[in-house]
């Protein structure tokens, strides 16, 4: 990892464009009308996706949220098949029924994203149980957001990490609000970090839009989680473009904030570093790459059948 | 009379009800500039205050323990839950806490407490956002339970529920929001307790509540161009239940459909039919039948979702399936 | 066979199957030295160690999740929630993750996971220590529930459910852990959704589970002494529930009593009365009646506890008023 | 409060051995089986309740826990309608319905003891944000053990009573066993103080067996609380004399922890503090009185009539 060739930093590249074309293209469909129900767009925030899940191994786990299209896919998650999943079709990751909040993939360690703000906690410390009960060095990360770690469950799950000494790294994407909620409204604090003490718990605050920040942070401390040291919090500032899910206009928020940080663009950032090893050419192939694989996406997915319904009864229970 | 949407009915009824008493105050989380996910409690920050328009921090058992406590002291808090889904996280609080307060102090406490929630599915939105999980309410004593079909009833319930002196849960539909309808001017309650017959009929009883009395209404428009004449009757209050006018129409037609947009199994068609079933054993023409969901999650496909969730053509299909009955 | 009782079938059936699967572990409060509340689990982790007898902390929202993510990589959690009334604080963690992940994620993933818990009341420990809530989970499809009245049916319908793929809620009853009962010797297991006849008879049928197993009984013995023949069926499984078993002997008697000792209202016996009720319409020659808890919490006081809780004098007069009938 | 006159002192003393007594007769009848149930008594840790009462005023309020009966008597509740509540009868504080966890008497501002471990955590901060809305001064003191401060609802409800400043002291008895399970084996670290920080909050350990250490750190405390400061957190140490419930031998720990625990006995510490300032006759006469109040109670609840069944299911509602 800690060696950068430039053709793994452009596939990183790649996957980030890949996330947000994805999201992009997803806005569009919703507008259309062509896709109904809703998504969380993570715009804005694909460095920590990615960034996370570089430092992460095939056999390494994640637990995602409702806005989890980028860790999905960041821990190699088939974007058509995920975007079969929001058109509602059989092809999709859930085969239709799970849709934009309710997708896991276990043979890529994607252990669900969540429609349950701060669901996703135990979870992942439970699987963090499993893998050491099984004597296994894998680890578990654990996504989730800054309003989620006000649930009763972050409390309840990191206490429990924490004096199991589990392996879980407890990666919060603080993007300074919570659907409409200000960082400060929810906190009587400056950051959630502030807080690992509170179980005697390693944390650091890093700045989510910088890939090469993400990654090496998660690996450094996906070392020590699997030396056995017990979990860890990493808090990522970051910031999503968009609003919190479709009916979102933003107003609790001021266009000079969001201008700012566009400027802090995690892919623009990236584009900046990747110039000075990779020609401007293999980045553009990158990006024609992203966009062709997001038109193959799209295509599988309207190609795809509609979920059968024969069965689906019987398909609650294993038998 | 004015024509308003189910949503504006609630946003009225909220606004009247905060001007009318200094007690009641709103908890929940992004009520207040956000206006909620769903908008309902749009403006009235700008009109109340942060203090009477309350945000929360995304920790829904102890926001439901905060109201509570702030019950107990004399006021009236009227808590929004997002989505029903959710209200899974409070259950302690609600039913260890809020329903069993007033018994089990010797009656000492009132808890004069509103927890609104949209429940109901249709959206797409995917198995922990389409719920409707009020069935958990019934069986747990001391919490009453409205489920308003229409605007009228909605702001009339509403109004009911804040004032009432027991902790009442508002079980609102996301359908039903974009749905428009008449409205009294000026301050109105509809009772809690108190089912209403929607449309008259003698040959068949359509019972539900919530979005499904839409389905019985559409299902009763194709009865009726057969030539059969079904009563539609919206219970509109699941706890207290109003069995009294559920069995004057059930002893006149002897024929029963009951439908909700919960799971089958173990809904509030059960106890509902089964009260009928064992008051009026003898009036029944034909066994009652009950049109729910599958038990299944609902899925977020439109598809499967469909497939999953109940509608008119159901409850059209279960009538058939009753009348055919001798 | 060996006579003990119905806490050493449980612990028979835990230190049996973890002996027999290395991925079985328990996890829960105090279970491991202390043994639990009730001392179900006492000597276990001298045999097994703190790892597979897992002490949590007080969580009990987050010791299910724990148990869901656990399940998901291939253990087989057993989780004790210490008093069934406790259970309310998880139930998002089981209607919104174990409940769902299955149908929810396309068939990925199994979810091996047990929840033991023991309801009901009897024991003076007053409203949040001595409920019944089995009835909450009967409307949520995804999780299997059994509630075994003996230790033969309390060590085989265990084992069943650690063998099972899917999450169980295993319902104990803290008045049956000092009942004594014959189990047979070494491995067997009893299937989930299977009812069973304790008793034959031709005059009516008395249903029940768990405890209220025993006061049917009793009221069976005394319906004998005056020549009434009663059919006394132990339902076991309340999801799935085994209709089959409950029909043919409907069919027989006409007559039918539901005893559970819930709350009346929402309670198992509206859903298994409804669907008599509905199948069986023609075959019965009086109303079924629910005998169960009046709807209020249970007190603490002794008279208040009995007053408010069914017991055999119940299900017989309810038998009395069903064969009164023409 | 301060000056400590010797009259006020020996009623504080006298309460603490109302206490004791209080739980010492209940242990007896629970023995003879003339009370069943069960019931978690709080011998040795009458110093945290009754010092802790001794700092606030009526027109102050307390919620309390599953050991409650210290908090009900130190806030001034009748013994003589607690006992009558064990015994289930009518005159007991919740009728006999609510038994040894569930009793509450509002016109001493005592909010109810609680069940459900952490139940009482977000009752307390509900009372603190009615008590601010309605511009009175009063504080309440929320009573819950080591073993809740695990509960997701510590968590919530201390973050919403921050972010809000409400007048809430969260007073920790810890008494470094939950049931059986010892502090080390539930947390990650040395004190629940530690997680204060993570609520930008004030909080501090005290002797929880010496009354003027516990009443003073709650004078000051409330002092600060009613300036508008935000909640605050006190843990106090302390030790229960007896098993958690009836049930319980204490295997769990030693009896030389026990024993040493005993030589710090609250109300020999106290009465070792009055023999300064009070004669032995009067310190007798306090021992004495307690002694009296409790047959009185005993006789109270012995007389009292059983509950009335009629009219109980209609008591659910509030008509
Ligand atoms: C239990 C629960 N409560 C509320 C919601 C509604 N909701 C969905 S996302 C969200 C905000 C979450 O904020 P954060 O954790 O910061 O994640 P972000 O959306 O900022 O990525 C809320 C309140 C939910 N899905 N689940
Ligand atoms: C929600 C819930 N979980 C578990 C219990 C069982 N229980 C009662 S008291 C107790 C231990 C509480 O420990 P602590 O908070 O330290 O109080 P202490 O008993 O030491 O005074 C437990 C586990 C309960 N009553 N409620
Ligand atoms: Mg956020
Ligand atoms: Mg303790």
């Given at each position: 990892m800690s060696n950068d060739d430039g053709l793994e930093l452009l596939s990183f590249y790649r996957r980030m464009l890949l996330i947000r074309e994805f999201e992009q293209r997803l806005d569009r469909f919703f507008a259309d009308g062509r896709i109904h129900g809703t998504t969380h767009s993570c715009t804005g925030q694909e460095a920590t996706a990615v960034g996370a899940c570089a430092a992460l191994s095939a056999s390494d786990y994640v637990t995602s949220n409702h806005r989890g299209h980028g860790h999905f896919i960041a821990k190699g998650g088939d974007p058509k098949r995920l975007m079969a999943e929001l058109f509602g079709k059989?092809?999709?990751?859930?085969g239709g029924r799970g849709g934009s909040q309710h997708v896991a993939d276990l043979s890529i360690g994607f252990l669900g994203s969540n429609g349950i703000t701060g669901g996703g906690l135990p979870i992942a410390t439970g699987a963090a149980l499993a893998i050491k009960i099984q004597k296994r060095d894998s680890v578990v990360l654990c996504f989730f957001g800054d309003g989620a770690a006000n649930q009763g469950t972050f409390h309840e799950s990191v206490n429990m990490a924490a004096i199991w000494k589990l392996p879980v790294i407890f990666f919060c994407e603080n993007n300074l609000y919570a659907m409409s909620t200000p960082f400060a409204c929810n906190f009587p604090i400056q950051n959630v970090c502030v807080r690992a003490a509170g179980y005697a718990m390693a944390g650091e605050v890093i700045d989510g839009n910088d890939f090469f920040a993400v990654r090496d942070a998660v690996s450094a401390a996906a070392g020590r989680v699997r030396a056995g040291n017990g979990p860890c919090l990493i808090e990522a500032l970051t910031y999503r473009h968009?609003?919190?899910?479709?009916?979102?206009?933003?107003?609790?928020?001021?266009r000079d904030e969001e201008a700012a940080w566009r400027l802090n663009d995690p892919i623009a950032n990236m584009k900046r570093r990747l110039l000075q090893t990779a020609a401007p050419a293999e980045i553009e192939q990158a990006e024609r790459e992203a966009a062709g694989m997001i038109d193959e996406a799209v295509a599988f997915a309207l190609q795809s059948p509609p979920p059968d319904t024969a069965g689906l009864e019987d398909s609650i229970w294993v038998s | 009379m004015a024509e308003i949407f189910y949503s504006q009915a609630i946003r009225d009824a909220l606004r009247e009800e905060l001007l009318r008493d200094e007690r009641v105050f709103l908890l929940g989380e992004d009520i207040a500039g956000y206006g909620g996910a769903f908008r309902i409690t749009r403006g009235l920050v700008e009109e109340f205050?942060?203090?009477?328009i309350r945000n929360t921090p995304i920790s829904e058992n102890s926001i439901v323990g905060v109201g509570v406590g702030a019950a107990m002291l004399g006021l009236r808090p009227v808590i929004e839950i997002m989505f029903m889904d959710f209200i899974t996280l409070a259950i302690d609080q609600l039913f260890n806490h809020a329903a069993k307060f007033r018994f089990m102090f010797g009656e000492q406490v009132r808890l004069p407490m509103v927890i609104r929630t949209p429940g109901g599915g249709r959206r797409g939105y995917g198995p922990t956002h389409s719920q409707s999980l009020e069935t958990l309410f019934i069986s747990m004593p001391g919490i009453k339970i409205v489920a308003p079909a229409t605007p009228h009833d909605a702001k009339g319930l509403l109004k009911s529920a804040i004032r009432d002196d027991n902790p009442v849960l508002f079980v609102e539909n996301k359908t039903l929001y974009g749905m428009r309808g008449e409205v009294p001017d000026g301050d109105y309650t509809v009772p809690i307790g108190k089912a209403s017959v929607l449309r008259e009929g003698r040959d068949i009883t359509l019972i539900s509540y919530s979005q499904m009395v839409h389905e019985c209404i559409k299902a009763a428009d194709a009865l009726a161009a057969d030539g059969v004449f079904a009563e539609v009757i919206d219970v509109r209050s699941l706890n207290p239940l109003d069995m009294d006018t559920l069995c004057e129409s059930v002893q006149k037609t002897g024929r029963v459909v009951i439908a909700e947009e919960?799971?089958?199994?173990?809904?509030?068609s059960a106890e509902i039919g089964f009260r009928l079933f064992e008051s009026l054993h003898y009036y029944l023409d034909a066994p009652i039948k009950r049109v729910a969901a599958k038990d299944v999650p609902v899925p977020a496909a439109p598809v499967l979702e469909k497939y999953v969730l109940p509608d008119w053509t159901n409850v059209l299909q279960a009538a058939h399936e009753i009348l055919a009955e001798n």
């Open positions: 059989a092809t999709g990751v859930s968009c609003g919190h899910s479709k009916s979102d206009g933003c107003e609790y928020r001021t | 205050g942060p203090e009477r919960g799971h089958r199994t173990g809904g509030v």
